[in-house]
């Protein structure tokens, strides 16, 4: 699924959608917005790279963290539900992981978790993906559209 498709989904569903982004540092809100009429979709969004802004902007409770690691999917959903929140839109997405090259808190480069808060409710995948730091956040980008869509399709 290209952004181009995701514009174009919300937009007849008259839906909105928001980022909380980490290791993707804005691509996922960034991707979105170079395809023409994103601002009839596109709420905005939170670049969280440090642990703390996760908190701070997107009200990620610090024990959470505390109890699952910034690289965790119970993170990511709370991540996307912030974006959501934050922003008021109808869709949120999280995204958190470790691009690599080296290790995070014992978790292999390319892990990431994936969050989308909706109206359904909210759902989260992780995965591991092979390739340098541009690969993985790549990927992560693709796999955050399919992930969105999946969710808007139920």
Do not use: N
């Not at 999917?73 to 996307?80: C, G, K, L």
Request: proline share 5%; glycine share 12%; net charge negative.
């Amino acid at each position: 699924m290209t952004a181009a498709d995701v514009i174009a989904g919300l937009a007849l569903r008259h839906e909105t959608v928001a980022t909380c982004e980490s290791l993707t540092g804005g691509l996922v809100l960034a991707e979105l917005t170079t395809v023409p009429g994103s601002s009839l979709v596109v709420r905005g969004g939170l670049v969280t790279y440090a642990t703390d802004l996760k908190t701070s902007l997107a009200g990620v409770p610090a024990d959470l963290i505390a109890e699952h690691g910034v690289v965790s999917r119970p993170v990511a959903e709370a991540m996307a539900a912030g974006a959501r929140r934050a922003c008021d839109a109808t869709w949120g997405i999280g995204l958190t992981g470790v691009a690599g090259p080296d290790p995070v808190d014992g978790l292999a480069p390319g892990t990431v978790c994936i969050a989308v808060a909706g109206p359904h409710g909210t759902v989260s995948v992780q995965e591991l993906f092979d390739g340098d730091r541009g690969a993985v956040r790549r990927r992560t980008v693709d796999r955050a559209f399919d992930l969105l869509r999946q969710e808007w399709t139920r």
